[in-house]
């Protein structure tokens, strides 16, 4: 502030000498509430071409100014239009306030603009539009892959789940427009129902921080958001082609946005992805295309006083399993592991066969704010989701052909409402409740019996949270929640399994009947969950450091207490635990991120100590008519997680530029004092980008990504007894030790044409695993079958208009 | 904002209604395509001498089968489920009718047992025998096991240990033969 002030005096003094319409106009735009600069408003002098924008401190120079009084209008995309008369008496300084609440229409999370965090004090990073862009024809995990310590869960290329430092599933939440996906998110082979094009921002919260979101997230919490549209007359869309060598389809997302500066607003957003079988270097991977389509909308109304907005998405997926990972024993499992090629490899082909899922999935919500003068903001919102999973297994039987083995049907009714105190510049505090109702129902007419059983569940929870201000540099941050989970479900166990885990001692009062070799029970289980979190922010010249300690709790998912049954994929037959509780987190996150000219460097080291950390175990061998099955049962230990995320980046010239992730994670099973099985290796990734931005915007990225051999991991070998031309022999099947590290490398390259002063096509080239490297994933389910892709080019096209 | 308010409140008392409807008890599943039972049927070929040995999930281990040498057997294999004991299904008829996707194998350490398809077997659209009715024919004092499988989608019909046919096993089960 100070070395502006002299820059200031500086120039009034150079005014007195100066002649006429010679003037300057330095001038600085905030916020009106919290007096935070604004980056990237367009300020114009009326009647003239005098223009500028400001920069990343709000700051704008507007040279050639007359003396006398000039009317300055400024537009910011997320504010209403200032227009405001200032007297020039040789160079001037100005300051601006503009209502920037516009912005926090739904609650938003990032603009291009700005970037408002969810948590002050927590590690949160997050991807822009291009970047989702170019992850248009591929999926919501692998695009969060771009942030430093974000993997990935694969069933295959299509099936990614996000692994946050080494968590994933119902340890993270993914919240979808503000909605918390309900999408039977506990199945590793279950992938987050959303259409990744039609979000325009993606947040990543790497622990539980942010409270309001819920207290259950021990791995973090990822944040879609949609397009923002601000309150004026606008109409604008774009449409994306993007076609693939690898799969040989593509995907074609399209939207249209209509803007009024009454304040109401429409949108339109669609998606289809059609992709056939894809190739690894050497073979076909047969039977794993997939079909996605996408639709979303929403209409509402926004003032600063008040605002509604409706949303409505459609998300389907029809997704083919690689034929060959489908297996009937541990024999054809080992005689998988034993083959380096998958033992079914035929012709490419569009077609989507059994073993495959189709999931659909309904989201719908309306919310409406109203904004009270001097004090806050308070939220209502309620939202529904619909979710419909069928899994189709190879059957025997006409019947069966086309029946799936699983068909669960998930129906999930939320309201949430909460209040945002913020009239002070230095305190902000946010207030709020959750109620949600739930329903699952597992449809009997599969003929199979059931992997989830019929349950209802209720969750109410309420949170605060706040953080202050102290002076220019610190910042404090605290909350807490509560949150009462109950589930109510009803299932039939085999009478033996209910005896044998000693049910019937532990819970006689579950017991509704009995019906031939089952029993029928009502269990009804409860749980307390107390989350907190506290952290502070220095801010220093050109650095910043955060602390922040969080607190989570999730109670167990369905798959962990009821699960019951073969995992075909895994050969193994999974058992849940009635008597499982919930899991505690404690996480601290630490970060420290320094801009020294063209060097951006961000260092963020994390320890997380899971009390009641919930894992699958082998626990022996169950005889059935197809051999020997291990057994994994879900149990409880006390874990611990450390690890590290480094981003650096460095601006050589204003054409190149470099940028370098690297992300380590260690776990620990406590009481066995082993390795956590599958926590992602190592990984490092360079990048070498050369922009031309007066060459349509030519833009040319080289990435190398490094992924380390996973040398700490549970060694659950196991002996197993097959026959050798009818002789048993004992063999040792090895599902544990990880592929080798591997490296892949590619290029992408994009340029931009104007069509007109409002339309424009950009034309990119992406390429991955140029050198079609051949490899396999620790982190990827159909490592024990095939090999991961091969090479892939993709051409994308988009127009704007 | 009045209506607003209105239909949140709207929506709430919906929201508590629903949950309270849900008290349905769910319907018991009976596994359509389950086998929990194989039987061999052996019929020593020109009389009526036939013995039936079954292998059944959670009981006790089968007698050993016990043959002669230098006769021929024609043996039957049957898998059912018979988990509820007045109902007992044939899954054998499926499996004939789906021979294009099934094979049954039979896998041998007995030595100087041979095992070969029966000319009455079924057959699949491709001529291929299906294995379910098969001649068994013995030299030698001897024992060992043999494994029945239930192969389904094989990558290939033809083959000699249970490595060369691929696909999926449906049932894999061991009995005890004696060759006398």
């Known amino acids: 502030m100070k070395k502006y002030l002299s820059v200031c005096f500086a120039l009034l003094f150079a005014a007195l000498n100066a002649q006429d319409c010679n003037q300057i106009l ?123 310590g974000v993997s990935s869960l694969n069933t295959g290329s299509t099936i990614v789940k996000p692994v946050i430092q080494g968590l994933h599933s119902s340890r993270v939440i993914i919240m979808n427009s503000g909605v918390r996906m309900q999408d039977q998110e506990w199945g590793s082979e279950h992938a987050p129902n959303l259409d990744l094009n039609s979000a325009t921002s993606l947040s990543v919260i790497k622990g539980a921080a942010a409270l309001k979101y819920g207290g259950d997230a021990i791995g973090g919490i990822i944040i879609a958001e949609p397009q923002k549209i601000a309150i004026k007359d606008t109409l604008f869309g774009s449409t994306l082609l993007t076609g693939a060598t690898n799969g040989r389809g593509g995907t074609l997302s399209s939207s249209l946005v209509k803007g009024y500066k009454s304040g109401w607003n429409w949108k339109l957003q669609g998606t289809l992805k059609r992709l056939g079988d894809f190739e690894a270097p050497d073979y076909t991977l047969s039977n794993t295309g997939v079909f996605e389509k996408g639709l979303s909308s ?143 129902f597992p449809d009997p007419a599969t003929g199979v019996k059931r992997l989830i059983p019929d349950y209802d569940r209720f969750d109410a929870g309420v949170f605060m949270t706040g953080d202050y201000r102290i002076g220019d540099q610190w910042l404090a941050e605290a909350g807490v929640r509560y949150d009462l989970t109950r589930i109510d479900a009803q299932k039939f166990y085999d009478l033996d399994t209910w005896q044998e885990e000693g049910y019937d001692q532990k819970y006689p ?181 050369f922009s031309m931005q007066e060459f349509h915007e030519l833009q ?44 892949l490398l590619g290029v992408d390259a994009s340029v931009k044409f104007d069509l007109s002063e409002t339309s424009a096509i950009q034309v990119a080239v992406i390429g991955s695993n140029l050198l079609n490297t051949r490899y396999r994933d620790y982190l990827n389910r159909q490592r024990f079958f095939a090999d991961d892709l091969g090479r892939n080019i993709q051409l994308q096209l988009k127009l704007n208009y | 904002m009045k209506n607003l308010i209105n239909t949140a409140i709207a929506l709430t008392l919906v ?74 299904e044939d899954i054998t008829e499926e499996v004939i009718a789906e021979a294009d996707e099934h094979h049954v194998f039979f896998e041998t350490s007995v030595s100087g047992l041979t095992i070969a398809a029966s000319d009455n077997d079924f057959e699949d659209s491709m001529g291929n025998k299906l294995g379910v009715i098969t001649n068994w024919t013995a030299t030698g004092t001897t024992n060992g096991n043999v494994v029945v499988y239930l192969i389904h989608e094989p990558v290939t019909k033809t083959g000699t240990t249970r490595d060369d046919f691929g696909g999926e096993t449906d049932v894999q ?5 004696t060759v006398n």
């Open chain 1, 26 to 148: 330095l001038g600085e735009v905030i916020d009106f509430h919290d007096g935070t600069p604004l980056f990237g408003a367009t300020v114009t002098v009326a009647g003239t071409d005098i223009t500028a924008v400001t920069d990343f401190n709000g700051k704008f120079t507007l040279e050639g100014l007359c003396n006398g009084t000039i009317e300055v209008r400024i537009e910011h995309p997320d504010c209403v239009i200032l227009t405001s008369k200032v007297t020039i008496e040789g160079n001037t300084y100005q300051k601006f306030t503009m209502e920037h609440h516009m912005e926090e229409l739904g609650e938003v999370v990032v603009t291009e603009s700005r970037i408002q965090k969810n948590t002050k004090t927590a590690q949160e990073q997050l991807i822009k539009r291009e970047t989702i862009e170019r992850y248009s024809g591929q999926s919501l995990g692998d695009a969060l892959k771009e942030i430093s």
């Open chain 1, 509 to 689: 009062e579950f017991e509704e009947g009995i019906f031939g070799t089952e029993i029928l029970v009502n269990p009804v289980l409860e749980y307390h969950n107390f989350s907190a979190t506290g952290g502070i922010r220095f801010t220093g010249d050109a650095n910043e450091w955060l602390l922040n300690y969080a607190l989570a709790s999730r109670a167990p998912n369905p798959s962990e207490l009821f699960s019951d049954g073969l995992h075909h994929s895994a050969a193994a037959i999974e058992i849940g635990a009635l008597d499982i509780t919930s899991e505690v987190s404690h996480k601290v996150t630490a970060s420290f991120s320094k801009t020294a000219g063209n060097l951006n460097l961000n260092i963020a080291p994390y320890f997380n100590l899971i009390n009641g950390f919930i894992l699958l175990e082998p626990s022996g061998l169950e005889e059935t008519i197809r051999g020997a099955f291990p057994v994994w049962k879900y149990r409880q230990t006390d874990a611990y997680m450390i690890g590290i995320d480094i981003d650096a980046s460095y601006q050589y010239s204003t054409r190149w530029r470099s940028t370098h992730k690297f992300a380590y994670v260690y776990g620990e099973d406590l009481d066995r004092n082993v390795a956590l099985i599958d926590i992602p290796a190592a990984n490092l990734m360079n990048r070498i980008s």
């Open chain 2, 173 to 177: 089960v061991p009995f005890t033969v």
């Open chain 1, 298 to 440: 929403s209409f509402g109304y926004n003032s600063l006083k008040y605002g509604f907005d409706a949303y409505y998405s459609y998300y389907e997926n029809e997704i083919g399993i690689l034929r060959a990972s489908h297996i009937g024993n541990v024999a054809d499992l080992i005689r998988a592991l034993n083959s380096d090629r998958p033992l079914v490899i035929r012709d490419f082909t569009y077609d989507i066969l059994a073993p495959k899922q189709k999931v659909a999935h309904h989201l719908a919500r309306i919310k409406a704010y109203k904004r009270v003068a001097g004090v806050g903001k308070w939220n209502l919102q309620y939202d529904f989701q619909h979710n419909n999973r069928l899994e189709f297994d190879i059957r025997r039987g006409e019947d069966n052909k086309n029946r799936p083995s699983l068909d669960l049907t998930l129906t999930t009714h939320t309201l949430n409402t909460d209040f945002v105190y913020d009239a002070r510049p230095d305190l902000r505090l946010n207030a709020g409740f959750r109620g949600m109702y739930q329903t699952n």
């Open chain 1, 700 to 743: 040319i990225n080289a990435t190398s990504q490094l992924v380390f051999e996973q040398t700490n991991y549970p060694d659950n070998r196991f002996e197993y007894p097959t026959f050798e031309n009818g002789v048993l022999v004992n063999t040792t099947v090895d599902l544990s030790t990880p592929p080798p590290a591997c490296h």
């Open chain 2, 15 to 88: 929201l508590g209604m629903t949950s309270c409807s849900d008290d349905d008890t769910p319907e018991q599943i009976n596994e359509e395509e389950f086998i929990n039972e194989v039987s061999l049927m052996i019929t020593e070929t020109g009389t009526a001498n036939t013995m039936t040995y079954t292998w059944t999930e959670g009981g006790t281990a089968p007698e050993p089968i016990v043959i002669d040498a230098e006769k021929t057997y024609e043996v039957e294999v049957s898998f059912l489920d018979s988990t509820n004991p007045n109902d007992i």
